[in-house]
């Protein structure tokens, strides 16, 4: 029996007319998070909110990122850095102690699926807290698909069932899937979604030639799973950059010399914007402030680099304890959203078109064992990594012809592994955010997702006007803050948006 069947069924007369009744679309690590801000932030202002989560997915909490998948794909960031609580940095660690011992609470880099399965029990403990309060967390195990404004609040509708209405919603529907840019979703041996990836490959036999399309943590993912499956055959990593994730190195702490609020405030210009390249000088001198070498940086922000001598650089770099990355990283994480919000639009596209992919490469590290694991098979001729991706192309059902910078090759599988794109809305809201959009609730952002106002991530509507009632977390508005998918972003984003989305209705919920 799941969760999801010990929960009651959602009914009208089990709502109190005073709660606040918030719901939430979305079952990932984001949503676990919200949930545990609204209610430590509920009980400490003694409001009445009653939470519903609309999630198809029967597993809520480790959603793609940290569903069980073998232990090959690890988590990105150090286990010390995890939580869902901002207040309590070590809850996830403090979990691993308690349910796995202190030899795996130890190690830096975990499977992802033990955060997935502390997502899942962190969820349990939501619904056990909200239960003892009287307030039972509703969960419409549906996906819902439509979403209106009316006098009686905000309308939630689902393909199946009857549309709800709630005073507040936050849409937090996770990471687009892989963007199909060749067209083969019909082909037999085409893999459109790597996840989960111990099935998904099962198919593949031993011998065969892998093509993977992308070159970022999903499809260093994909290498290391057909690896761990025993794969023989030769694997072929291609993007249009060749660019691998770099190499997570030791964190370092460190305070502010140069960057600062005031400074930010100090070099806006009358529109309130800020220049790239005064952006470019700012990170370079906090990084000489901090003693980096800046000469010694420059192959770094290169747009096209050898593979393998950057896992080795990177590999060294991290065993030496260098500390431009981590620096860089944190100084990404804290300005990031900032920065992004005072780029002229000429300057946005720019960037997207010049940097994008240098910067995600640098700011979405793996850990050193993954790149060891990848340099071994490179070395064994095993692995090889292309970058000027042209064209893949199906030459019959079991084969594609690949043609990229060095030339063409032909193989007998393709796995899109790509990194979606930013603001990517995908299939699992496709239709909930063209109905915000046809009703004039939403607008698309021309950098992505839709529009939000920035900071407290409030919807905007067809008419400019930012919603006291609905919200938007994580990659859907990453057109006005830009990289919205690391965790302590999320809960840094949480954290903004809280007062918006229960302050309006303090006076009415507020506890007798």
């Known amino acids: ?88 940095p070590g809850h996830f660690v403090d979990w691993l102690k308690a349910h796995h011992g202190e030899e795996l609470a130890s190690q830096e880099f975990l499977p992802r699926r033990y955060f997935g399965q502390y997502l899942s029990e962190c969820f349990a403990q939501q619904l056990g807290n909200a239960r003892r309060r009287g307030q039972p967390i509703q969960v419409v195990a549906a996906r819902a698909t439509s979403l209106s404004v009316t006098a009686e609040g905000v309308l939630v509708g689902t393909a199946g069932g009857p549309a709800r209405s709630f005073d507040r919603v936050a849409v937090c529907i996770g990471t687009a899937e892989p963007h199909d840019l ?17 099935t998904r490959f099962a198919g593949i036999g031993s011998h065969d030639h ?72 700012i990170v370079a001198d906090e990084l000489r402030a901090q003693g980096v070498d800046m000469d010694g940086l420059s192959e770094e922000l290169a747009p096209v680099q050898c593979a393998r001598a950057r896992l080795v650089r990177h590999l060294a770099a991290a065993q030496a304890g260098a500390k431009w990355l981590p620096v860089l ?45 990848l340099l071994q098979l490179l070395e064994s001729g095993q692995l090889s990594i292309r970058g000027g991706l042209e064209t893949v192309q199906p030459v019959d059902e079991r084969s594609f012809r690949l043609m990229h910078g060095g030339g ?66 994580g990659q859907l508005a990453s057109g006005n803050h830009y990289y919205t998918s690391s965790l302590p972003m999320i809960s840094r984003q949480i954290e903004r948006l809280l007062p918006a989305l229960l302050a309006p209705h303090y006076e009415q919920v507020k506890l007798a």
């Open 1 to 88: 029996m799941t969760v999801l069947q010990l929960l009651p069924v959602p009914s009208v007369s089990q709502r109190g007319h005073a709660s606040l009744r918030v719901a939430i679309i979305g079952g990932g690590a984001t949503a676990i998070t919200l949930i545990d801000a609204i209610e430590l932030h509920a009980r400490k202002e003694g409001l009445d909110v009653a939470i519903t989560v609309y999630e198809a997915d029967p597993r809520i909490g480790p959603g793609r990122a940290y569903q069980h998948d073998g232990d090959y794909g690890l988590l990105n960031r150090q286990a010390c850095f995890m939580s869902i609580k901002r207040q309590d």
């Open 182 to 198: 060749f067209g083969l979703g019909c082909m037999p041996r085409y893999i459109g979604n790597p996840y989960p990836m111990w």
């Open 210 to 281: 892998v093509a993977i399309i992308g070159t970022s943590l999903s499809a260093v993912d994909a290498v290391l799973a057909l690896a761990a499956q025993g794969h023989q055959g030769p694997i072929s990593m291609l993007s249009r950059n060749g660019l691998l994730p770099a190499v997570r190195m030791p964190h370092h702490d460190f305070q502010y010399r140069v960057l600062s609020p005031e400074l930010m405030a100090g070099k806006r210009d009358v529109a309130g914007n800020i220049a790239w390249q005064d952006w470019l000088r």
């Open 329 to 373: 990283v944190d100084m990404s994480k804290d300005y990031i959203e900032q920065a992004w919000d005072s780029l002229s639009d000429a300057d946005r596209r720019a960037y997207l078109g010049n940097h994008h992919c240098v910067f995600m490469s640098l700011c979405n590290p793996m850990p050193p064992q993954t790149a060891a694991k």
């Open 408 to 473: 063409t090759e032909q193989v007998d599988w393709v796995i899109n592994a790509t990194r979606s794109e930013t603001g990517g809305i995908g299939k699992v809201g496709e239709a909930l955010v063209g109905a915000m959009v046809g009703n004039g609730v939403a607008q698309m952002h021309p950098f992505g997702g839709i529009k939000v106002e920035f900071g407290s991530h409030r919807v905007i509507d067809r008419y400019g006007q930012p919603s006291s009632q609905l919200f938007a977390l």
